[in-house]
């Protein structure tokens, strides 16, 4: 059986991190679930930002602390996917975003992977003291909703966002 594990991203990944932003940029797909990698060329920097905003020291007024995991296939050190727990809400996340944004990388989709990293995440939600967690998706985004919906997603409405014109739509899943 693989073994797949959450870890907290460090620069002994740093050429992981690296060839795993490259590929989303390469495909042109969206880098959910990783803050703001897609801007940062230097893994460094990525993962310094990621310990700031664990700590929430030092993080903007209007955001709230997180905690971001990569998801690292332990039979060739590599990184599938990314996923980040919000530890509290803005007005944005309660609405849109949720608690929790994930991406699985190109070449590693399709393999029940994003199933499996959501689920495994889920006690860390607990040990943060989140009962139920929301996470959403836009209603195109079939993949993302059959994710959530695998982990117990129960469906609570679809919400309109003006900003990127698109419909989220919102589970809450019970953090057993
Ligand atoms: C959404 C995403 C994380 C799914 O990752 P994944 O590892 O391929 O997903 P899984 O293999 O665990 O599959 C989950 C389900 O979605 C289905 N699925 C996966 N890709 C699909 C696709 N392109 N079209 C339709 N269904 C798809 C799978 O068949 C599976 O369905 P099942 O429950 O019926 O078996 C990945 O496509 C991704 O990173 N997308 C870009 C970022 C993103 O959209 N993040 C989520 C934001 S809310």
């Known amino acids: 059986m693989e073994i797949l594990t959450l870890k907290r991203p460090d620069i002994s990944f740093s050429d992981e991190i690296h060839s795993y932003r490259q590929e989303f940029l390469d ?27 664990e700590k929430g020291d030092d993080i903007p007024e209007d955001m709230v602390p997180s905690t971001q995991f990569i998801y690292v296939r332990e039979s060739d050190g590599k990184i599938l996917g990314t996923i980040q727990i919000r530890h509290s809400f803005t007005p944005f996340l309660e609405t ?9 990388r190109p070449s590693e989709r399709r393999k029940e992977y994003a199933k499996q990293m959501l689920h ?51 589970y809450w899943i019970t953090v057993e």
Not at 41 to 46: H, K, S, V
Not at 96 to 104: A, L, P, R
Not at 138 to 151: C, E, G, P, Q
């Open 27 to 53: 495909a042109g797909s969206p880098l959910n679930g990783c803050g703001p990698l897609a801007d940062m060329e230097d893994p460094a920097e990525w993962v310094a930002h990621t310990v700031r905003f």
């Open 96 to 104: 849109y975003g949720g608690h929790i944004g994930y991406s699985i």
């Open 120 to 170: 495994d995440c889920l006690p860390y939600c607990k040990e943060l003291g989140l009962e139920k967690v929301m996470v959403s998706c836009v209603d195109t985004n079939v993949a993302s909703r059959k994710t959530i919906l695998a982990n117990g997603g129960v469906y609570d409405g679809t919400v309109w966002e003006p900003e990127e014109q698109v419909n989220f739509e919102r």
